[in-house]
Every structure is written in C-alpha cells, then in structure tokens.
C-alpha cells in the first residue's frame, strides 16, 4: 500500500468555477467537475464563512491533539463508496458506535499508541429526499460542523474523501458530496491534510495483478482523466488505497497502521512536548454528583465517577480524591483517605444510597467549596481540580454563577459534564473554561470514551519546574575521574533533564563532554526525554585532560549556531559539571568571559577536589557555583539547580562584567 504526496504547488489546487482544465474535457472522458457542479448543484457557489458560526476545523490543524496521541478522521463519500464498511475495517468488529447527529456517527478504538476516532458523515445527496437537497447548504454546514465538534471539540486531523474503485465518470453524487466537503474546509486544508480514500482495493489488485510490478496505485491515480483527475488533484495526489472487504486481521491491522503513518507523513514539525512518565504533580480532586432524577440514572453517575477514579488506580501519583453525593435534601462525602485504596473507595460508592434528586447546582458548589478550602487547608502547594456532573438546570443562575465564581477563586479548576443539558452557555460561566465545558446528550454515549476525556482534561502530569531556556551542559570526562563517578556524573545531567517539559515552547538540552575531545551528546533538537537518556548514559567515558577552556569554546559557538526564531526570548544557560583544575586558567577564564559576552548564563558545579576560584571565573556570579564533597551526593543538588535555572533571567550587561568581582544578586522572577 503506497501513497505519493506532490510538491506544494498553487497549481495543483482545483477551483471548481474555473477549471481550465476541466471545460477542455471531452465527454468521452467524462463531464468535468464544474460542469456537472454547474448542471446539478442544489446550491449556489456562495462562499460561506463558518468561523463565525462555529469553530471552523480547518483552523484546528494537527498539532493540536498530538500531545495526546489522538487521531480523529471525518469520512465523507457519495453512497455505496464503502464508508461504512471502512469505518468498520479502520475501528475493528469490536468498537462501539453512535450518533453524533441526524447524518454523522462516530466509533472509537484504541491502536497502538492512539486513540482513533472515526466520524462518518452519511450521503447527503442519495435522493430528491435527501438531506443535501432539502436542507439550505449553510445550514446544512454548520449543523453538521456543530454534530461534529461536540465530539471532537480539538477537531479532526484529516477530511477523508471516500470513493469506490471503477466509479463511473457521470457519478454526479459523487461530485456533490466532494463539493460539500470543500464547503466545510478551506481548499489549502483538504490538499495539505485532506485524503481521497479509494476502497475495494481488491478489485483494484485482480484486475491489474499481472502489472502490479510496474503499475503502482499512485501511478494509476495520476493517469485518470476527468472527475477522478481533478478530485485527485485537488487532494494534492493523497490518496491511498485500502481492501474494505478485507477480513485477515493482520492484515486489517496492516492498512490502519499504513494509514495512520500516511494522516502523519505530511504533518507539519510538531510541537511536541516530551514529559517525564515517571514526574507527577500531586492533585486534589473533588468530584460532585448532583443526583438525578431517577435511581437508573444515579447508577449512569456512579459508574461514570468510579470509571474516573479508577484511572489511578494503580497510578503512583499522589493524587487525592474527594466525592460528594448531592441528593434533594441530603448529601454524602466520600474521601479517598478514609479508604485504604482507590478500589475500597469505588466499592463504596457503587452501594451508595440513592438520596433523591439533587435540589439545585447551587448548594452542590457550597458543598464543593467547603471541600476544597479544606484540601487546600492541608495541601496548600497542591493542584485543586473540581469536576461537577450536571443535569444544568436551575432557578436562579445568577446565584448558581455567583457561587461557581466563589469556587473558582479559591484556585481550584473547575470542569463541568453536563447531561442532556440545552444551556451550554450557563455551563461555560460556571466552568474554568469553555474548554473545561463536556456536554453529552445522555448517558448512551459511551461513559469510556468521556471518561478518556476527563483524564487528559484533568491531567496531573507536569514539571517540576518551568521555564523556557536552551540548556548546554558541559561534562568532564577527564581521568581524574573514575568509570563509576562518571556514571553518576551522567546520571545527575539525567535527572535534571526529567524536571523540565521539553519542547520548543519549553526547555530544549544540549549535552558535551569535554577531554581527549569535544564529544556532542545531543543537540538542541533532540524531542524526548527517552532520547536525552539514552544519548546521555551511553556516553563513552575518554580519561584524558581537563581543557575547559575549549569546552567552554564548543559551548559559545554551539549557541552561535542555534537558529530558531522561536527561541529569541528564551535563556542560554551552561551548566558545567568538573572535579579538578582546567589544563590552562588564563585560557579558561578568557573563554568564559567570551560566553558571558554572547549573553550565555553559566552555572558552575564542581565536585570534590574542584578549584573554587576557577568555578567563580566560569560561573556568571558567585551564587552560580555550586560545590559537593563527591560524586554520591551530586544528585541532591538537583532540584537546586534545576530551580536555579527556572528562576535565572537573561543575561544583562551587568552580570557579564562580574567575572572578577563580587556583586549583590539581583531580585528574579520566576518567568
């Protein structure tokens, strides 16, 4: 299975008004696009702009989800292309699916290290009846665009265009649906992100298995003529072909993954942040059920609220969680700290009583604040994260918001699930965020799925520290230290790596040992911390000499050579770690004067029998030197200096003069 991606060209996007190419078309070839857009469209070629009614998907691009490894797929295709039978042959037999609306539904899987969202949009032009010909195409855009972001609020990484192989030229519901598509997305997103799904590559492999050797897919595709030519051109070529009727399950499982790597191929440089998995930021969770008006649907609670809390079941995060039960005249409080363990505590609230329902939001937030302020009261330096579940309704929302407000103050994030609610907006004021905002239209849509959803907004993973700094870390290698305290040298640059996010809008590394050679661990654009570990205690220990002073060299011009404009506010920061005295002082304190000049901050630790006086000559102050009695307690001086060069500002002139005297510190903000 291949596919070719052209170059970006202006050329290669088709405008259906003026396809130049297209009226050249014989009718042997097939009507052109425009022709039959012109003979059969229902509605005009207005240009609609969705933005202002909804949030147009075209401006949620790729980077958005990948933080959290989401890929989300809209099928689109006139009837009988195999829509159905692709999302079928994409999400497996197993996967649960539902209605978004009256013409989308959407299944859910898990593959790989992704979570695959498929959305099918159902033919809107299969008869007079249809949907596409009775409804007005503004409407009909933005109320499936609404269907579609209630469910996929980030939106979706590709407009994928469903057709069967061997369809006919005259295929008129064929160019109506591509038309509608192309309402909904810009045409510069469907060709950089947009796919032309072609199904039954069976039939496509039969009839042409004796040339399959020298006819590729992506040959055939460029090849057609007429419809298929300008669909294929306006998608840039992006097509891919898949066998719909496939049943094997490695090799279904074989297309999902090709074509998950074809959604990704031409994604623009990701932003990626890499975590720490083993870092985790306490939090202080309090959940509130206001009770329904049925004891059914106080079960569809339970389940969902014990669904959540079970994400940390076996997690060995410090997470604390409350939940309060809010009945019609009485309420209940459930702490995990009165249970000796998160299963103690589900077991408890799935026998809970059923109080009746909830008599108003209003009393569920007094209830919410009285529980938070005392969690802040034990853990003041903890992250507070309320999650209210709500039917929405209210008699008095000025008062409902009033206390939401009061909530909110006492810095805990508020997250709201409304069900079957109609007032989203009331929602929106009573949460942190719109964002922070999940309406679902009953408890039929799959409790999984929106507990996934709770967990990623309610994250507690995060650094330790935060900051937005190039971070160069200079390593003696010398032969006055041992093989051991080498390791523990590396290890310690690990360890301070794992107290910081790392992407380009955080803190990106850079690591050099310095003895025979100059040896370059990684550069600035390594992406994970994975990477930076692996690079960093597989390096090859040298036992030579000490020459700082060209350590300190390869750092300055290492800096000199960092071009990314995303970069121009951030820190330079050298951290140099060494036991002895450099081969040559005058030199040394020569380079790191150089480096001071090109404003790079320098941190100096020394360890055991370091040179004190020399770390002052390479450190940017005197309170930038840090020295340790041996190699075994470097690492408690980790948290120090990952806070240190958290909290150091930019370098400014003054701090360059300091070399050889002693200045007062200034005052620093955290950034």
Known sequence: MEAQHLADSPGNVINVQNSVAAAELTPERGASMSQLTSQQAPFKEEEIDLAKEVDNLSKNLVAISLKQEVISLLLIGPQGSGKTSTAKAILGSQSEIFECGPKTKMGTTHFDNYELNVIECSELFGDENSYGYVMDSKQMCSKIMSDILKVIPKGIHAPVFVLKFEITPSNTNAVLEYTFLKRMFEPKFIKAHGICLVTRGDVFNAKFHRDLSELTFTNWCRQQEGLLKEIFEAFNYRCFLIDNKETNEELLQKQVRDLISFVKRDWPEPLLVSVNPDMRARADVTMVVEIASSKDVYQNQVELTTGYISNYENSQSEVEINVIT??????????????????????ALKDSPYLGPCSGTQKALMLAQKVVEDSKAKHPDVKQITIIISEGQSQDEESVVAEANKLKELGTKVVVVGVKCTNQRYLEKIASDPDDVYVVTGYGEPIKKLNHKLKSQTCVYGPAFQSTADILFLIDSSGSI??????????????????????PEDVQFAAMTFSREIITLFDFNSRTHQEIKQATLGATYQGGGTPTAQALKAAREHFARRQDDRRSVSKKITIVITDGESDNKSETRREA???????????????ENANRQELEDIASLQDDVYCVDNFDVLETIK?????????????????????FVEPELEDVNVP
Do not use: M, P, W
């Open 593 to 607: 004067q150089l480096l001071q000049d090109d404003e790079v901050l320098a941190l100096a630790i020394g360890v």
């Open 482 to 503: 041992s093989q051991v305290n080498y390791k523990k040298e590396l290890t310690f640059v690990v360890k301070v790596v794992e107290c910081f996010n790392i992407s």
């Open 639 to 659: 948290d120090e200096i990952a806070g240190k060069t958290s909290k150091l500002e930019k370098a400014k002139r003054e701090r360059r003069q300091r070399v």
């Open 326 to 347: 809010v009945g019609e005249k009485e309420h209940q409080t459930y702490c995990l700290k009165d249970f000796s363990c998160h299963r103690d505590l589900i077991g």
